[in-house]
Structure formats: C-alpha cells, structure tokens
C-alpha cells in the first residue's frame, strides 16, 4: 500500500522531455564550479595571510622582551663601566699593564651602541669581502710585538717580577762577528738595565746589540734593579759562538812556451771546508788549489777572490791583486853580439820560436828608419842594416812585433834592443 501510495504521488509530477532542457543544466552546473574555486582560493589566501600577521606579531614580542644588561644611568647622560684598558707610549717610557682596571666614562649612545651589539651576538654576520679573516689574521700578525711584558710605572717589589723574566736574543747560535740582538721580557723606564755578556763587555741598554770575537759558550746575565734599596732580580741565557775560517792564499806566475801567464793558487785558509775563487776575468773555480791562464795581451791588474766556509756554516774571504806587467815582452833579449862566434849572434824573441803562431818582426834604427823586417822564425836578424849592410860595433835599435790570434785581432809588442861586440 505505501509503494503504491508514493508512485501515484510521484507520477503527478511527471514532465515531458525537452532535449533544450540538458543545455539549460550544464550552463547551470559549469557557472557553480566556477563559484566554488574562486571560494576555495579566497579562503586560502585568507589563512596564509593570517599566519604571516601572527609571525609578525610574535617576532615583535620575542624582540621587545629580549633580555638586557641592567645598567644603571647616573646624571642621566653618563654610564661608569669598569673594563681592562691597555695603553702604551714609547719604549723608552711608562707602560700601564694589561691587568690594571681603569674606571673609563663613555657616552650613553656608545653603551646603547654596545647593547644593540650584544644582542646580535647570536646572529650570524657574513664578511665584506671574502678573504676578510685571512686579511685581518695577517695584519694582527704583522702588529704583534715581542713577548714582552709592560709593567706601570709605580712598582711595590721588583721581585715579583722574577718569574717572568728572559732574555730573548734574534739567534741562540751564531757565528764569530755577527751581530746579536738581545730583548728583554720586561720593560720599564724606572728599571736598570744591566747586561753581562760573559766575554768581559757590559751594556746598560733596553735593547743591546753585541758582537763576540772569539767562539765558544757564553752565559750572559741580565740584572733588573728598582727604587732606592735596589732590589735585584736576574735571568740567565746561553749563547752558542763558532769560530769563523781564516782566509789566506799564495800564488805563483808562470810564463813558459807561449806568451799567456799562467797561475797557479795555492790556499793557505785555516778551517775552510769550501772553497769559492773568483780570478777577476769572470771565470771561477772550486778547488782548493787551483791554476789559472790569463788570456790577455797587455799590462793590466786582476783581483782576485777566495770565499771560503767552514762545517757550521761561518764564512770569511780575502781579496789580492795581481799585476801583470813588463811580463808580454816575447821573452825578448834586450842584447846580443852577432860577431859569429856562435853564442847570441842573432835576435828574435823567444817565444816567436817556440810558438806557432803568425807573427811579422820589424828592427827600426833610433831615427825611425827600417833596417829589417821577417815573418819566419828561422830568419832572425843578424845585426845588419839591411840585408846585405855591415854590421854596426854597437847601437841600441827598437824592435816591433805584430802577432794575429784566432779571432783575427792584431796585438802589438815592442821593446828595445843592443849591439854589443
């Protein structure tokens, strides 16, 4: 009965089909979507914008109930703050020590400054530039003194003092005659300086400066002394001396088949364990003992250099001068007597006969007019004026020699020659 009922009830609304009926629906259906995702988007930016407000507003508390230093303002425009304070004056003057507390005023906007800065303590700060630490690591490095203790002016008791001071030389080893810097570890104007460098030499400088002649061990003493009664306080150091080489030579100059000097170097340095010559013609040599040829074609002077070192590394040298002089004569005789008896009947320089080398002789009378002239060694000259002239009793004649080297070049040798019978 009740399905019944509700068919006969539902069949009174019946309609007929209409096909434009659909169209009218889906325009219907499409324009509700469109309502709804504009409604989603609204509701969305809404709760994003919510969250971004309440952010806000709770960095805004945090930051406003950070904790502070509590600082006291008296006067209302200066703030005493107790810090440690360090300052210097020259080396020669009063220092105040790192570990003095100084009361210091500063202006309340550089405490307010100093308290913005404490609280972003925690915040992390990028550098300017990339290389900024490394920049500032080297420049406190370059700015570091030595280690050295300042102390005020005002001292109770030099002894309290003692631990802390040393003597701090730039070497602990060095070599006879080098120079030693010595620093202190303390400074003070009012103190007395004095040092004792154990080889029989004082100084009463801050900061000497000392050079040991002799080699061996040597304690040197530092003494600090203060105010009336002169209370004393002392530091030891040892330093380390080795000996410096003595350097020496000889030589000797040779002169025999040809026209070049030879020399030969003999050192005489005592405890060289290396050797450094340097023979003035731009050549070198690390013998001990070595020779040396001087390709030169007139009178000159040549230094010459030993350096020598020995096993701790200590160095000395010597320079000496050689002249070469009177020595590029062609070991030429500066007479002969051509009276055939067979000894010295003829002339010719005698390192033209020895040599193989190119060479033209001219003999010149003492007016300028020339008497012979050859470029064989087996032609010397035999004393005539001319080839078929006589031959003078006596008379003094110049000789002249022209001799090619390698290269081409002409050197010229002259001297002066006599007749005698």
């Known amino acids: 009965m009740f399905e019944n009922y509700i068919k006969n009830l539902l069949a009174k609304f019946e309609t007929e089909y209409n096909p434009n009926d659909w169209s009218d629906f889906e325009k219907k259906y499409e324009k509700a979507l469109r309502k709804n995702n504009f409604t989603k988007k609204l509701k969305t930016f809404s709760i994003g914008s919510a969250i971004i407000i309440a952010t806000s507003i709770l960095f805004v508390v945090l930051y406003n109930n950070h904790e502070k230093p509590n600082i006291d303002y008296p006067n209302g425009n200066e703030v005493t703050s107790s810090k440690n304070v360090s300052t210097s004056r020259d080396l020669g003057e009063d220092v105040i020590n790192h570990s003095n507390h100084v009361q210091q005023t500063l202006p309340v906007t550089n405490v307010n400054n100093r308290i913005k800065q404490a609280t972003k303590n925690n915040e992390e700060t990028k550098p300017i530039f990339e290389n900024q630490e490394q920049i500032i690591a080297e420049t406190i490095s370059e700015q570091r003194l030595p280690n050295i203790e300042v102390v005020p002016q ?21 070599c006879a005659y080098e120079e030693i810097r010595f620093t202190p570890s303390i400074i003070n104007n009012s103190f007395r300086y004095t040092w004792d460098f154990g080889d029989g030499n004082q100084s009463n400088d801050i900061f000497p400066v000392h050079i040991y002649r002799q080699e061996g061990n040597f304690d040197v003493k530092l003494s600090l002394k203060h105010g009336p009664d002169q209370n004393e306080v002392t530091s030891f150091f040892t330093i380390t001396i080795f000996p410096v080489p003595h350097a020496q030579f000889s030589y000797e100059i040779h002169q025999e088949n040809f026209g070049y000097p030879q020399v030969s170097f003999v050192d005489d340095s005592d405890g060289a364990s290396q050797w450094k010559w340097s023979f003035g013609d731009s050549k070198f040599s690390y013998e001990q003992n070595p020779n040396h040829i001087y390709f030169i074609h007139e009178n000159t002077t040549v230094n010459i250099n030993l350096a ?44 033209l006969e020895v040599m193989d080398i190119s060479f033209e002789m001219f003999i010149y009378e003492r007016g300028g007019n020339l008497i012979y002239n050859t470029k064989n060694k087996t032609q010397p000259w035999d004393g005539r004026i001319g080839n078929n002239g006589q031959i003078p009793d006596n008379g003094t004649f110049i000789w002249i020699v022209l001799i090619q080297d390698a290269n081409g070049k002409i050197h010229k040798y002259a001297g002066n020659v006599s007749i005698i019978k």
Not at 154 to 173: A, C, F, G, R, T
Not at 321 to 350: H, K, V, W
């Open 154 to 174: 005002q001292v109770n008791s030099i002894s309290e003092y003692q631990m802390n001071l040393l003597i701090e030389p730039n070497k602990n080893v060095a």
């Open 308 to 351: 020598i070192e020995n096993s701790f590394g200590c160095k000395n040298e010597i320079t000496k001068s050689i002249i070469f002089s009177n020595i590029f004569d062609l070991m030429a005789p500066n007479a002969f007597s051509p009276d055939g008896d067979g000894l010295n009947d003829y002339f010719i320089p005698r390192a």
